[in-house]
DNA sequence: GCCTCAAATGTAAGCGTTTACATTTTTTAT
DNA sequence: ATAAAAAATGTAAACGCTTACATTTGAGGC
């Protein structure tokens, strides 16, 4: 069933049909019902391959990731997907792991696809090696790039993210202030997101006249479900000499693993260790206690981008980035 | 840049442009390094949709499900993407709410771009109301229809599902026969599993020759995402005068629930409440003391759906269903 | 009733592939 | 060297839309 057979069973031409399918102006209102009516009773769907291949777009949008089982890329994915189809957009998701080769083809297959923009959730798209982010500059010379919580200039690419550094170094003063200094930090990405929160906690002691010390940042290399893995870690750290009663962690699910290690420590919580998470996902509220943790306005955050997007696709300027900030919400893993 | 183009570089037909592209025999080794070679030196890729004009599929599956940042869900959609790319097939993902209309509609969405195939995730696409089910069958007089986690007759349908009928009525049987007998189930979805689930949780009882009480089934209506909003249902109830000393929960996060509602009100776990939760995820372990649940091989049904999917497309005849088996995994919210 | 102009509709040329079929080139057998 | 067969390549017709441009229809003013 095509265009030809609605444009002969409605005796007009599949100009005027294809004039009623998408709504243009000057068809008189008589013609368009019958069309309609015709094409309503043949259940007639256009062809979106040969729509794509007239009008160079398919109306979809590729949505890159590391993980969407993560929880707060999982958060993420919905909402831009929801608000992009909302715009009258599908998504095209690619989880493409943390291997650079894996995110640079797949990234490839969806130019592949004549994507009209590729949003890359997640900081870990960046790269520590600046030659190695060549890639999203050629995806951004090809269609817009839009980047979730991470920073990166260049024409064509945007960011929305949150002032990661800020917030830690907020959470970090907040606890230094309540008396507490051998806070631990503990992130485990070597992404751009991981090193600003890594910095904010620097510059807090900084500010404070504090030594800034190296054993006091520890790199969590398990993945993003091993709870147990950083209880170990912790643990291990612990035996090993390092004193701490404050854990400022890069994401909730480290967050947990602390509280499993005062529990299995018997450290009371806040009284011995202070915990804060970041994220302000389900986690923070499944664990016991309840984590004071930094939420960083996730949905604003997707919001904005899928807004920006749909301007830049409307032929507005790009912008170059928007910055939110976080929010420390305070549960019961620190006194304040 | 077209293949018309690349043709004419390397001085041969686009018929034998598009014989190297797509790996076709008999192309003189001599001549396919010179397409290759050209294609290579300007960077040439193929226009996907006039690919899929001619072919009439851009191997692409469309993936629907309810909510994908619902912990469960998303981990689903995460292996289905990665197995379906590893098989040369992109998803367009497509995330509904729980409205009939909406699932509609997006179903229709994804059918009008043509996808190969739809997946749909969670038992909650199966309409309590039969005759709403139509939809699944439209969709199926169209693509193979793949449903996770649900259980649905119908010729283009396929289902891979995990038993919880039996896992429940299991999970119960241990918990009677540790003692208890006063067990709330708690569930939060109208759809298939939860009430498949349900059944496996009275049929236990009737097993025993014990009454099965309604008050003891108790339905939440909150987000997937409201601890708190569990807990306070489970203290409602007990100020309603409900006694319990076990809760089956037909997901961790209501089981999570259970545990806060403990924590709450100073029932020991599990010497004064028991709990089991559903899927085994990342709740589980995040949860204090950690939860006993039920592990439903999600990976394996997944895995199980796309290869069967993959034969379907292949050209091999559906099955109609294939039923995993559900593990209780023992941790530290039951006695046994 | 006729002319002008606007509105409605039609015609046909793309869009960039794939592929059946036709043609040319190469190989093999004699 | 030649005929037959096989391999390689080319030609051109789909695939099903959109849309610029051409044509027809209709309305309004005189």
Redesign the pocket.
């Known amino acids: 069933m095509?265009?030809?057979d609605i444009s002969k069973q409605a005796?007009?031409?599949?100009?005027?049909v294809?004039?009623v399918?998408?709504g243009s102006?000057?068809?008189?209102p008589?013609?368009k019902k019958k069309v309609m009516d015709i094409i309503e009773q043949n259940g007639y769907t256009?062809?979106a391959f040969?729509?794509g291949?007239?009008?160079d777009t398919m109306n979809t949008i590729g949505i890159l990731c590391a993980d969407s089982s993560d929880i707060y890329i999982a958060k993420a994915v919905y909402h831009i997907e929801r608000f992009l189809r909302g715009c009258g957009y599908n998504s095209i998701l690619c989880c493409t792991g943390y291997d650079l080769q894996d995110k640079k083809s797949s990234l490839s297959l969806l130019l592949s696809r004549r994507v009209d923009s590729v949003i890359m959730v997640g900081s870990n798209f960046i790269e520590t090696n600046a030659e190695d982010n060549q890639y999203i500059k050629d995806a951004a010379d090809q269609v817009p790039v839009m980047l979730l919580n991470a920073d990166f200039d260049y024409p064509n690419v945007y960011c929305t993210l949150c002032d990661d550094f800020k917030a830690v170094q907020d959470a970090t003063l907040a606890l230094l202030d309540s008396g507490i200094e051998d806070i631990l930090f503990l992130y485990n990405s070597h992404s751009y997101s991981g090193k600003k929160k890594l910095t904010g906690y620097q510059s807090a002691f900084l500010q404070k006249d504090l030594p800034v010390n190296k054993q006091y940042q520890q790199f969590f290399t398990g993945t993003h479900e091993d709870i147990e893995g950083v209880c170990n870690f912790l643990t291990a750290l612990h035996e090993g000499g390092l004193e701490f009663h404050g854990v400022i962690a890069a994401d909730d699910m480290l967050a947990s693993g602390a509280v499993k290690y005062a529990r299995l420590h018997h450290c009371r919580i806040p009284e011995d260790l202070s915990i804060i998470g970041y994220n302000n996902s389900l986690l923070s509220t499944c664990c016991e206690p309840e984590l004071t943790s930094i939420d960083n306005q996730l949905e604003n955050l997707c919001s904005q981008l899928v807004k920006t997007l749909m301007g830049t696709l409307g032929g507005d300027e790009m912008p170059g980035k928007t910055i939110f900030s976080g929010t420390l919400i305070k549960r019961a893993t620190t006194k304040f």
Chains 1, 2 share one sequence.
């Open positions: 095509t265009i030809y005796g007009v031409s599949i100009a005027t294809s004039r399918l998408n102006a000057n068809v008189k008589k013609t256009p062809n040969a729509r291949l007239g009008l």
